[in-house]
């Protein structure tokens, strides 16, 4: 028998595919792409390096599916809602048993494993929200959750004598003791991220995200910048983000495109880089140098020169600030 191994990264899937593995089950591992990934924070791969790792230490191929714009979609409007924040757990859940359906029948497997725990996650894991989420995906009964499978209803494969149901576990809720026992004892002892997670389940995250929908500005660039710096709504059209160290100052200017504006202190003076996206007028870079001016080291001086230039261009001009008035910068940060 051939199964699609669900793998995030995280420790369940790890253990889950892991425990198949060693039933002699050949496997191909999946993993989906999306920027929301908590492992890999600052980063558009999401899970995919510790993905690749496990399949690595695993012996076992990799297949890794782009679903980022799919999933934006249903981030502006998930059919069965969100969580206690932006988190439409239950159709991204859907989105990913669909990609596996079409990859168990492009590589001929006869069923899906993964790593799921009966009541971990309020919003996905409950019995009737896996149910629904299978039967939306076309996935009735053919989706093996190996750490859970004996609290479940015996899935096909168990039915069918694929895989036997005595080699399966009965974890269930939302203690992590018996996984870390179960990796210990399986040698499994470098599991990038412990228990996964979700960007969109960030309150200040998923604030900055409900803003940027809110304007029409939801795009993969501008949910990169979500992630880093402070963040300002200078215009209806226009936004700052600011660094907040040096990691960010750069990582701000790589994700820099043509039209984007950066402000900067001169070198002799200790402060941010600022981003600003969209449509800037001479009274808002005024403001945008006021605001990275405010980040500066000033030293007890009232005003510093602040450089701002285009991307695109290569002119750099200058102009002298005081800092914003705080009143008026708590009134613009998101």
Sequence with gaps: MKAIALISGGLDSTL????????????VCL????PFCLCHRHSSSGCFYGASRVAKDLGLDLISINVSEEFLEIVKKPKYGYGSNMNPCIDCRILLFKK???????????FVITGEVLGQRPMSQKLNTMRLIEKEAGLDGLVLRPLSAKVLKPTIPEEQGWILRDKL????????REQINLARELEINDYPCPSGGCLLTDPQFSKRLKELMQHEQL???????????RHFRISS??????????????????????????????????GPISLGRGNFSEDLIRLSCAITCRYCDLNGASS???????VSGKEEKILSVSPIEEDRLKDLRI
């Design 16 to 27: 889950a595919t892991k425990l198949v593995k060693d039933l002699d089950i050949e496997l």
């Design 100 to 110: 596996a359906k079409e990859t168990m029948q492009r590589e001929g497997a006869s």
């Design 219 to 229: 795009n993969l660039d501008n949910i990169q910048l979500l992630k880093l710096g």
């Design 169 to 176: 576990l009965a974890i269930s809720g939302r203690g992590r």
């Design 304 to 310: 510093a020169k602040i450089v701002y230039r285009v």
């Design 237 to 270: 059209d226009a936004k700052l983000i600011v660094g907040r160290n040096e990691e960010e100052n750069n990582e701000l200017e790589n994700l820099t495109k043509n039209n984007d504006y950066l402000f900067y202190p001169p070198a002799e003076i200790a």
């Design 31 to 34: 993993n989906t792409l999306s």
